[in-house]
């Protein structure tokens, strides 16, 4: 069995979505023990995306079975879309791909880009019917190497609602793709168990 | 492929070790979407020991290779031993179970005293001995479904500095272990990667 990380590090210089807040982490150092004592929101690094995040009526992480969070990823190259939209027709180059994956990981080259202003822009997003596509797929979550499923100035998050609301969840700032092959892996990312999450800090990776 | 979840909900009210401080959860209602502030130590409801917990030469977490944190597990029924030691003589019973697996999880019957201030007195504790013979196998990690490898007044945690000396993590607070057979499934503690990490809360799962 190999295993490779697709997670970045957690420490108090990573990028996060504008209008939130870096996590802080505060050593403790208490009788011969250290600990951390660690604040952060439920979206930083690489993390999920539950329903309720941003459905009221979605489902929140610890009310999905666990098995929702292992399956056959794939990976797709988007590098080539820079500033443009995924669209239907270049997915559908890999329908039958897709239609063998639970979960779709969009490879944007945008990890080389983390702690770097240019991390926010550009990034290659799916169109809507890009996304309303995907929901005929029997896609357990869909991965990115990006800090969002939609561009970060939109207001109303049109492809958070189309997948959420068909329960695919999203994994959020994923990084190593590069190092993965285009299929062949069971993708992890299973989350911490808050109660009512909205999401959570994940170690995603992928198992061979 | 099944997946059992083997750890326990996080939320305001859990069982924290002595002196330390519950996790705190803020919701944040940011125009349309719900996140959550989650402020909480390292070693918070399921959880991982690193090294470098208790030795300041020891691996933090980010440091101990991902494969590190999956591997065959097995479990052992101690709930005769409450308020005794788990000696030598009772593992050897198991020692070529033990050979074989990476990862041994006592179940304690403890899980069932989570929430109870009964949970932290009375556990089954590993022996200096039955902790330093341990040593001698190939195993990654200890679980339990106690709050800790020694006696919670223990002031110099013997059992903690034996294990962690040689690169067996600790995984403490696991629930659930009723539910496991005795052997035959992959145990997987994959932890956040928070830089120069003593400790991670996990989802702690066996696959079959």
Redesign the interface.
Known sequence: ?????L?????EDIMVYP???RPV?QD?D??????????????T??HIDAP???LKHGRTL?ELP??KF?GPGIVIDCKALAGKEITVDFLKKYENEIADAEFLLLNAGWSLKWKTEAYFDDFPVLSLDAAKWLTNFKLKGIGLDSISLDPVHS???PN?HIVLDKEIIIIENLTNLDSLPASGFMF?C??????????S???A?A?F
């Open positions: 069995m190999k295993i490779t990380d997670s970045h590090l957690i420490n209008g939130t807040e982490l403790i208490i009788d011969g023990y250290q600990e951390i004592r660690i604040t952060m929101f439920t979206h690094a690489t309720y995040h941003i610890d666990i098995d292992i207001i109303d998050l958070h992890q299973l989350p911490l168990k808050i109660e009512h999450a909205d999401g800090p994940v170690r990776v198992v």
